[in-house]
């Protein structure tokens, strides 16, 4: 089994290090995947830090935004970077418990599968960011009706060929799911761990957060709309 991970970071040198420290020592040695890290022109000495660590591992990649450009940006430019056809995309806050790689892959190598999407178990954010995201699915999940609690967890395993194949817009990483559905792809959540943010802080507001997943819904029902055209012809 053989893929590739995705991380897309701002400003997380104080948590980095540490999680590709877990993903390298808690992955099951029986998988073959390699690393890219999208560092999203941060700030801080992310880069510096990601670049001596690397040195020592040759299956680490680094990639550069020349501006800082969102998390959907970043996610398609690792992609873009990868050399195996399945995708795990993971945040890089450490939030996101790397041991949950080797059961989502499990699931979707074991049951041929092109989407694993988690689902964070007992969130360990703010009330006001809990809340904020139950809302956004909420509104989300009625419109769109793709029976997913949870699109805002980071932690998932998909077929980058599909991925691809959907039309981009910023902001595509929330509705992963929803788009899967209208390609007709086999789908499965399941629940994962979710850990306190141990540095740092979140780099999106609550309230931004909201407002981008409401905003979003249009561009998304289009897409599907001409999916499904598509799958018609």
Same mark, same amino acid.
């Given at each position: 089994m053989k893929f590739s991970i995705i991380i897309p970071i701002f400003n997380e040198s104080e948590n980095i290090i540490s999680l590709l420290n877990e993903i390298k020592n808690l992955i099951d040695k029986d998988y073959k995947y390699e690393v890219v890290v999208v560092d999203d022109f941060s700030t &801080? &000495?992310?880069?510096?830090k990601i670049k001596k660590y690397i040195e020592n591992y040759n299956f680490i990649k680094l990639v550069k935004n020349n501006k800082n450009m969102g998390q959907s940006y970043s996610i398609l430019e690792g992609i873009k970077n990868t050399f195996y056809d399945t995708i795990v995309t993971i945040d890089g806050d450490g939030q996101n418990n790397p041991i949950d790689i080797n059961k989502l892959v499990k699931i979707y190598f074991d049951n041929k599968c092109d989407l694993v999407a988690g689902i964070r178990y007992k969130r360990k954010d703010s009330y006001i960011k809990i809340i904020s995201s139950f809302i956004a699915n909420k509104i989300r999940s009625f419109l769109l009706n793709d029976k997913c609690r949870d699109t805002g967890c980071g932690l998932k395993v +998909?077929? *980058?060929n599909i991925f691809l194949s959907i039309s981009y817009f910023n902001g595509i990483h929330r509705y992963i799911p929803?788009? +899967?559905i209208a390609k007709k792809s086999s789908i499965i959540y399941e629940n994962v761990d979710h850990r306190p943010r141990?540095?740092?802080k979140? *780099?999106?507001g609550t309230i931004d957060r909201l407002y981008y997943a409401i905003r979003d819904l249009s561009k998304v029902k289009k897409i599907i709309n001409d999916i499904k055209k598509e799958n018609k012809n």
């Open positions: &801080d &000495d992310s880069i510096i +998909f077929n *980058k929803a788009l +899967f141990e540095h740092g979140s *780099k999106y």
